[in-house]
């Protein structure tokens, strides 16, 4: 079964603050793919990052960056120096490789205050 | 500008009365996905098409119906079956890799 836990349900930082959310996936695929998106109060969903299952090496964009661990099923995110307009909800999805479906955690809401 | 358009972005409906959500897409993806959010909650998957003229039910179909005629298009109606459909829905197409997402439609029934 697919599945993706995303245990923090609300984080609060204050401004500068380093903070990481966490991510942990299952899937029995051995070929699969990691996902990071952003929802602002907004609401629409906006593309962070894409990670395959076979690429462990870490991804750093700017103040965020992501560290992928197979060994313990872990996809996880940290912004750098947060700022106020960081504050969003954070959801963690995972799909195989026809992208058929994406499976999403239930989601971090990230509160950043000044 | 390509993207993926719903509307609209809020709807109001009453009890017993079928309504039907717009999603038009115009990146050329192939698959085109339906989401519900509820309030503190991730999303869950409604239906979801690979290609025209097909699509499949992901994991809370029971009460919604769709149609794919048409590539750029994929219409999701919430009928009267669907027993608590006040909810934000989330349109996805998505070619190979990542799903983008539209801006939602908030659908609240009075």
């Known amino acids: 079964a697919q599945k993706v836990t995303q245990a923090q349900t609300e984080i609060s930082v204050v401004e500068k603050e380093d903070v990481t959310l966490d991510c942990v996936y299952e899937t029995r695929d051995t070929t699969y793919y990691l996902f990071w998106y952003k929802q602002p109060p907004s609401g629409e969903l906006v593309f962070l990052i894409r990670?395959?299952?076979?690429?462990?090496q870490n991804e750093i964009s700017g103040r965020y960056s992501w560290n992928f661990q197979k060994s313990t099923s872990s996809f996880n995110f940290t912004i750098t120096a947060s700022q106020v307009v960081d504050s969003a909800v954070y959801f963690c999805a995972l799909s195989g490789d026809n992208f058929n479906k994406f499976y999403f955690g239930s989601g971090t809401k990230l509160n950043v205050k000044p | 500008d390509g993207g993926i358009t719903q509307s609209p972005k809020y709807l109001f409906r009453k009890e017993g009365q079928n309504v039907t959500l717009s999603c038009e897409q115009n990146?050329?993806?192939?698959?085109m996905y339906w989401y519900r959010q509820d309030p503190g909650q991730g999303l869950r998957l409604i239906y979801y098409s690979q290609i025209v003229n097909d699509f499949q039910k992901g994991d809370i179909a029971e009460g919604y119906s769709v149609s794919r005629e048409k590539k750029e298009s994929f219409p999701l109606t919430v009928t009267s079956a669907q027993k608590n459909p006040t909810a934000f829905y989330l349109c996805?197409?998505?070619?190979?890799?990542?799903?983008?997402f539209g801006q939602g439609t908030r659908l609240t029934v009075v």
């Open positions: 990146l050329n993806h192939d698959a």
């Open positions: 996805a197409s998505s070619l190979q890799g990542a799903a983008f």
């Open positions: 990670r395959n299952s076979f690429d462990e």
